[in-house]
């Protein structure tokens, strides 16, 4: 398909496949995949979830989940406590956090759709 990017990636435009960005630039097309999370800076979105990780309430409060963030703390207590018998409690807190941050994600994701479509209406070819 071409050199890659840094040496001057030009193809022609039956070989770039039709998901990517085009740039044309004379005679063919520059393409650029898209990113891993539309929307985001590469990155930002993988970051809070190996936040959650490692530190289960910072990263409820950073998206926004004050509940969800002091039932994390309640959790943790026990988990501590019985995790020195029972190893694999201690992945409990981490685990409600990256569920409880992917739960809320979708949830804004829906209502920005909904939204969008109460705003422009359905997608063209849309069937109801």
Do not use: D
Not at 25 to 34: D, H, I, K, N, R
Not at 79 to 105: N, T
């Amino acid at each position: 398909m071409g050199r890659s990017v840094m040496e001057g990636n030009v193809a022609p435009a039956s070989e770039v496949p039709p998901t990517h960005r085009f740039w044309q630039t004379g005679e063919a097309f520059l393409y650029v995949s898209p990113p891993i999370a539309p929307g985001a800076i590469l990155g930002v979105a993988v970051m809070i979830y190996i936040l959650a990780v490692f530190v289960p309430p910072l990263a409820l409060l950073l998206n926004g989940q004050l509940f969800a963030a002091i039932f994390n703390i309640m959790l943790i207590v026990p988990c501590l406590f019985f995790g020195l018998i029972f190893h694999v409690l201690l992945l409990v807190p981490s685990a409600h956090a990256i569920i409880a941050i992917y739960h809320a994600r979708e949830n804004r994701k829906h209502r920005e759709i909904v939204e969008a479509i109460r705003e422009h209406g359905p997608p063209p070819g849309w069937r109801g």
